[in-house]
Each structure stands twice: as C-alpha cells, then as structure tokens.
C-alpha cells in the first residue's frame, strides 16, 4: 500500500524556467492600412485556394517562391496555381511589403503517415525539406560528333523555335550526349560547365544503343513523387525583423484533420499534433547558447501537442500552453536538435504574433475545420520545469491533472516540464491509475493547486 503521510510522499523543488504571461493584443492601434492588406490576401488566398487536394500546395497570395529538384518544373507564379507537394523542396512565403502592397501565404494539404493536416506559411515563412532526395542515377556519356558539312547550333531547350542560341559548333566537333527529350528527337551534352540541347538530325552517335539508354532530361518530364514533401520533415525560420504591423504576423499555423495524430519533424525533432497549433520563430539570439541560436514558440489552440524535448517528453494539452525552445538557426535553416532545450522568452517576443496569426488562420476559411477566435485569446502559460523527489523505497507514478504520468523509481530525483498554472498532483502506486480507490494517495490541498505568478514567486499550496 501507498504511505499516506501527506508531507513525505513526495518531495518538490521548482526550478524556473518560465512564467504565465498574457497574449493580450497590444493596446496601441494598428496600422488601417496594413490590416486591410492583410484581410485582403486572406480572402483571396480563401477564394484561390478553397479546391485545394491532399499533397497539393497553393500559392494563397503574393508573394510565394518554392524550390524544386532539377529537371522538374512547376508553375507556381501566381494566386491559384497548384504544385504537387512531392515536386517540392522548399516553400517560402515572403512577408508583408507595405510599398508592393503584398503579403505572402501559401497553403499546404500533406497526408502525415495517413493522417491529412494543413499547414498555412502566412507572412514570412521558410519551410525546407529535410528529406534525402533520391542519388541521380550515373549517366555514361555516349560519343557523338556533329555533322561534317555546316555549323550546328545548340540550343537552351529541346526545340527550334522559342529558344536562344547559346553556342555554334564547328562541322566534326566531339561532343559528349547525356541525355533525351521525352520525343527522342533532340540530345542534350554537358559543356564547359552548361547543359545545351542538340538536334538528332545534326550530329553522328558512335554508338547508338547506348544512346538509346540515355535519360530523359528534358524539362518537366519527371513525374513528381507521391507524398507531402517537405511537410513531413523540414527547417522553419522566419525574418529576424518584426513584420510591418502586428497583424501581418510570421507565422506557421498547423492543423491536424484525422482519426489519429499528424506527425511532422522540424528538424530532428518530431512533433505530434492533434489539434491546433501555431509556431513562432522569435528571430532574436538566445545569450549564451552559442551563435545562431534563438526561440522556436509553439502555441497550443486546440487540441494536444506531444514532443521530446533533449529528454524530457512534451505534452501541450490546454489552449494557451506554449514551448519555448532554443532553434539552431546556422546557416538560415532552423532546426530543432537534440540538445534543444527550454528558455524563457519575454511576453511581447511571440504572445502577440501567435494570437494574431492564431486569429488569421480562423478568420481564412483554409483550415480542416472551424477554429473558434476565443482561442487565440487564451492566457498563455509557457513550460517550466519542476523537480520532484520521491523520498520512498518503491516506486511510484505522479498524476498532473489525472493525465499526465511521471513515473518515479524507488529514491528517485526527477526533472520535468510542466505548464504554468494551477495543477492538480495525485501520488499513485506503479501500474494503478489516477484516481483509482485502492492505491493513490489523496487529490487534497497538498497535492492541489501549485500556482507561479507573473513575477515567479513560488506561491506554495493552494486549497481546491
């Protein structure tokens, strides 16, 4: 049986780390102009984009680039065009620009190991595949020489007209092929450094067969894989300078819209979603953690977040509950690594930007589902960690709010993450459930309420 005295059970020492802080919009009026800006690209991107299908992206509003293996090609220039997300490397949507009076915002619909969800890049946003792209297969160049009796052009793509002229060869000059058009009638060579095309009918192939096992080369002809593309692992960063206006938040907000959990990396990270979330990059340093380290801010709106951070496992579960972790973002690739670990922002360093990306995503009828406003308002309780000592010579399970378990061995000093917060603490046997009758210890005012106020003043015990 489980001791009872209510002073021995369990031991607990804070350790700071964070606070309560309120996502309170700020008090001084927006920019009219700026805001209207801002309404305007939600509701075309809306309007562009409703049809959207799974592993599909969308350019929402200007102004969106995205980066694709070579060879393969998409349109993807203006509000409505589509792109499938497994042509895709990287998608990066560029922030508000008061003068060209545009606000970047694409829409991605990726199938997470089945699951569907939708990510919105709103305002600037970087997302970069992590995914090992696929080794090109070797091409054996195969000998050829150009015809003996006239110059031969060569061309920028694989036809005669409406393409430009990049080099005339002179009559029996070798060349090297390496690959087709998808017709066959026009060899593309490597050439000090370039990649001109040849017409068949202008050169003499030493050995055709081998020819004949060239690749085609020829611009949009790869069929793009199947599958979310970067969606599924990828570096997040966002400009390191506020946007214009509090309204054009950088921002990325993902929604899950399954039976079970959407499961993302960024970076080595994963991040199991079911619900609402917004991610933040504070775009400032982080003292003492080295040179380009900052704060990746994850916002819970609804739902459940779990991740690990360094080796402490992550579970979000209330709206307002916010991670705060260090980002290596060296080279301009944010990523979260395995020696991530937790940090205690200032309130207007991502609170805001979170709300309002939060109330953007609601307001622009892209989600999977309705997301109620009254969310983004949510109080917002950073993590910080706890120390709890179990002082008994077997082991035991520490119940937060009756769902969250922290198991102890016998005589064991543990530190975890916790959100701030008022919280209930129940002590249970190994293996027995909270709440259970028969081994657990008292849900009373010692094991009820810890409180951390703005000012981080440990508050001690509080009543039910």
């Known amino acids: ?94 922030p508000l620009d008061p003068d060209a009076e545009t606000w970047g915002l694409a829409v991605l619909r990726p199938i997470l190991e089945g699951q569907p969800a939708v990510f919105l890049l709103m305002g600037g946003v970087s997302m970069k595949s992590l995914a090992t792209a696929e080794a090109a297969p070797e091409v054996t160049p195969v000998a050829a020489t150009t015809v003996g009796n006239t ?47 040849v017409w068949k009918q202008l050169i003499v192939i030493n050995d055709p067969e081998a020819a004949a096992r060239l690749p085609v080369t020829e611009p949009g002809t790869i069929t793009a894989p199947p599958g979310p593309g970067p969606a599924a692992a990828f570096t997040f960063n966002t400009p390191s300078t506020p946007p214009a206006c509090d309204a054009a938040a950088n921002a990325l907000v993902v929604q899950s819209g399954g039976t079970e959990p959407a499961s993302f990396k960024i970076g080595e990270t994963a991040i199991n979603l079911d619900g609402t979330a917004v991610f933040v990059h504070s775009g400032d340093s982080v ?57 205690t922002p200032d309130a207007d360093q991502a609170a805001p930007g979170a709300a309002y990306a939060c109330r953007n995503a609601a307001a622009s009828g892209l989600l999977l589902r309705e997301l109620d406003p009254a969310d983004c308002a949510a109080e917002t309780a950073y993590l910080y960690t706890i120390t709890a000592a179990n002082d008994l010579d077997y082991p035991v399970v520490l119940w937060i709010d009756g769902e969250i378990a922290v198991p102890f061995d016998a005589m064991e000093t543990k530190t975890f993450p916790i959100a ?21 210890g008292e849900t009373d005012p010692y094991n009820t309420g810890r409180l951390i106020d703005e000012n981080k003043t440990w508050l001690g015990w509080l009543p039910q």
């Open 287 to 343: 003292p003492g953690e080295g040179v380009g380290a900052s704060l990746l801010i994850v916002f819970l709106v609804e739902g459940r977040l779990d991740t690990v951070v360094g080796d402490m496992d992550i579970a979000l579960r209330e709206p307002g509950e916010t991670l705060s972790v260090t980002l290596d973002v060296t080279g301009g690739e944010g990523r979260l690594g395995a020696d991530a670990g937790l940090m």
């Open 420 to 440: 701030g917060g008022r919280h209930d603490f129940q002590v249970c046997n190994e293996g027995v459930e909270a709440g259970s009758e028969t081994g657990c």
């Open 1 to 94: 049986m489980l001791h009872r005295r209510k002073p021995h059970i369990l031991t607990l020492t804070l350790v700071l780390a964070s606070a309560i802080l309120a996502a309170a919009l700020p008090a001084a009026a927006q920019d009219d102009a700026c805001a209207a800006l801002v309404e305007s690209a939600l509701a075309a991107a809306a309007s562009a984009c409703a049809d959207l299908e799974a592993d599909q992206a969308c350019y929402g509003s200007p102004s969106v680039a995205v980066e694709t293996p070579e060879n393969l090609s998409v349109v993807f220039e203006k509000p409505g065009d589509t792109a499938a997300l497994g042509a895709l490397q990287a998608v990066v949507s560029a």
């Open 151 to 197: 110059n031969v052009n060569l061309r920028n793509a694989p036809s005669a007209t409406n393409t430009t002229v990049v080099a005339t060869l002179a009559p029996n000059t070798p060349i090297n092929l390496i690959g087709v058009n998808a017709a066959g009638d026009w060899y593309q060579l490597e050439r000090e450094g370039s990649k001109p095309w």
